[in-house]
């Protein structure tokens, strides 16, 4: 009975020592705390993460107390993104079909060589609607010259492709596409195809993306009989951002046939000028690899215009 008050004074004569030895717990500067709530303001994941990367470096001893900060803003952006998201998502779902459409009006000057050799005037048209699962692209492109009441050049292509999502980064498409070209020798020609698409890249800075897939194209000749032939359609599309406002692109398709395959490729380099106005340089190269009557197997086009998106 006489031991219990003796171990009970031994314990009061250690807690000061056993403070003494526990390390203080730092408080969080108040500079830094209005660094870190500052850059949480800003709403910018990466702002927040270099931020508090600094913090911790600098303030080791008050790790617990950023680490929170940091958690609390994790938890709130999500949440913010989260209600953005759906917004869209109901924005989407209201819009009837002529909203949400985005595009770009091209004009300028093109020099053609191949079957014709001569500068003239290049119009075009973009328009593109996404949704949920579904996206619709619409081209139109005329290239046209007429000197001394004399055409010397005329070539027209219109082209609808929906597609559908599938999963991320595999999709469907549909093409249906017109074209005239009578200095290649056909009056039209028509090509329908379908089959899918996987986006390789899909980030802000580079796009990549492939199709494929089976079509079946009617041509209209000038001197010779109408043909009907399947062929296999492949295209490649590829948009590299170099700096903030300039952009390269890449597409190629081929129409593989066992009589006549067409291959065709586009690049174009473009930089932006003002508000929604950007003036773009492209090349284009097309071979036919058995063209009917007396034509050149290749025409080249080298268009400079200027480009208006909305």
């Known amino acids: 009975m006489k031991l219990r008050p003796s171990i009970a004074a031994l314990c009061l004569c250690a807690m000061p020592l056993a403070l003494a030895a526990a390390p203080a717990r730092a408080d969080l500067p108040e500079p830094v705390r209005a660094m870190i709530e500052a850059a949480t ?3 910018d994941p990466a702002t927040v993460e270099a931020v508090v990367k600094v913090a911790l ?11 929170a900060m940091r958690a609390k803003f994790a938890e709130a952006h999500q949440l913010r993104e989260a209600e953005k998201a759906a917004e869209t998502q109901q924005r989407i779902r209201a819009a009837h079909a002529l909203q949400l459409w985005k595009g770009e009006v091209e004009a300028g000057a093109f020099r053609s060589t191949g079957n014709t050799d001569n500068l003239g005037l290049s119009l075009g048209l973009k328009l593109n609607r996404k949704g ?6 619409l081209q139109l492109r005329a290239d046209y010259q007429e000197e001394r009441g004399k055409i010397t050049r005329e070539q027209y292509l219109a082209a609808y492709s929906p597609h559908y999502q599938l999963e991320d980064g595999l999709y469907s498409y549909g093409l249906a596409q017109f074209e005239r070209d009578r200095f290649q020798g056909y009056d039209s020609r028509y090509s329908l195809s379908g089959g899918f698409g996987y986006r390789v890249i899909d980030r802000k800075a580079v796009k990549l993306s492939f199709e494929g897939g089976p079509a079946l194209r009617r041509t209209d000749f000038i001197a010779e009989p109408d043909k009907t032939s399947w062929s296999a359609l492949a295209k490649v599309d590829l948009d590299f951002r170099i ?11 081929a129409y593989v046939e066992s009589e006549n395959s067409t291959f065709t490729s586009a690049t174009a380099i473009e930089a932006g000028m003002a508000h929604g106005l950007r003036a773009r340089f492209s090349y284009t190269y097309e071979h036919e690899t058995d063209p009917v009557g007396v034509v050149l197997r290749t025409d080249t086009l080298s268009r400079f215009t200027l480009v208006y998106g909305f």
């Open 57 to 67: 470096q600098t303030n080791p001893d008050a790790t617990a107390e950023i680490e």
């Open 41 to 43: 303001k800003v709403d």
């Open 243 to 253: 700096a903030q406002a300039v952009k390269l692109s890449q597409a190629a398709s």
């Open 132 to 137: 949920l699962d579904w996206e619709h692209k």
